[in-house]
T-cell receptor, first 115, second 112 residues
Framework: AQSVTQLDSHVSVSEGTPVLLRCNYSSSYSPSLFWYVQHPNKGLQLLLK??????LVKGINGFEAEFKKSETSFHLTKPSAHMSDAAEYFC?????????????FGSGTRLQVQP | ETGVTQTPRHLVMGMTNKKSLKCEQH?????MYWYKQSAKKPLELMFVYSLEERVENNSVPSRFSPECPNSSHLFLHLHTLQPEDSALYLC???????????FGPGTRLTVL
């Protein structure tokens, strides 16, 4: 069965410093991987998507993620945090493992950005 | 976010009420989903519709009844809910299942 683990439930950074949100996945097939962001009282917005092309994926708002098959990781990074980045971030794996048709979500990482 | 709309945005209901949540997608997609998001729990997939046919139902209690009259609209009919059903209910759509999903803003449901 496929699964995804977000290693930190909360991350706190200062504005202007780098952001690292960690994600490990498990899948029997070559998965597609996503990062979504959810601001308070809003739906989920797609940040970026990996689908077996380039291993370094660039997304919106300056975020990027690197797919590392040997480490089964898909960590999300941003060089410089902005106050508006404060939100909940979800790592998601998609695949046809055991016939499952939809996405498997991680439990989320809440990012706080301090002024 | 405007590609998938949900109404109402907030709903408060008693345990004996009947209400419906509505989702509409304007993206030309052929698959739609209902998710439940409770505090401190991962998103739970409830139902998947592909080409207006229900293709997945993840052991959801019968007090939740989905309806997909066409590929653009999805409803979730609610009946005799419990307080533990209070949550944010998210609708999503995609082109084909197991593809990038686009989410609506959600309906915040409170069951008294």
């Amino acid at each position: 069965a496929q699964s995804v683990t977000q290693l930190d439930s909360h991350v706190s950074v200062s504005e202007g410093t780098p952001v690292l949100l960690r994600c490990n996945y498990s899948s029997s097939y070559s998965p597609s991987l996503f990062w979504y962001v959810q601001h308070p009282n809003k739906g989920l917005q797609l940040l970026l998507k990996y689908t077996s092309a380039a291993t370094l994926v660039k997304g919106i708002n300056g975020f990027e993620a690197e797919f590392k098959k040997s480490e089964t990781s898909f960590h999300l990074t941003k060089p410089s945090a902005h106050m508006s980045d404060a939100a909940e971030y979800f790592c998601v794996v998609s695949g046809r493992d055991t016939g499952r048709r939809a996405l498997t979500f991680g439990s989320g990482t809440r990012l706080q950005v301090q002024p | 976010e405007t590609g998938v709309t949900q109404t109402p945005r907030h709903l408060v209901m008693g345990m004996t009420n009947k209400k419906s949540l509505k989702c509409e997608q304007h993206l030309g997609h052929n698959a739609m989903y209902w998710y439940k998001q409770s505090a401190k729990k991962p998103l739970e997939l409830m139902f998947v519709y592909s080409l207006e046919e229900r293709v997945e139902n993840n052991s959801v209690p019968s007090r939740f009844s989905p309806e997909c009259p066409n590929s653009s609209h999805l409803f979730l009919h609610l009946h005799t809910l419990q307080p533990e059903d209070s949550a944010l209910y998210l609708c999503a759509s995609s082109q084909g299942v197991v593809d990038t999903q686009y989410f609506g803003p959600g309906t915040r449901l409170t069951v008294l």
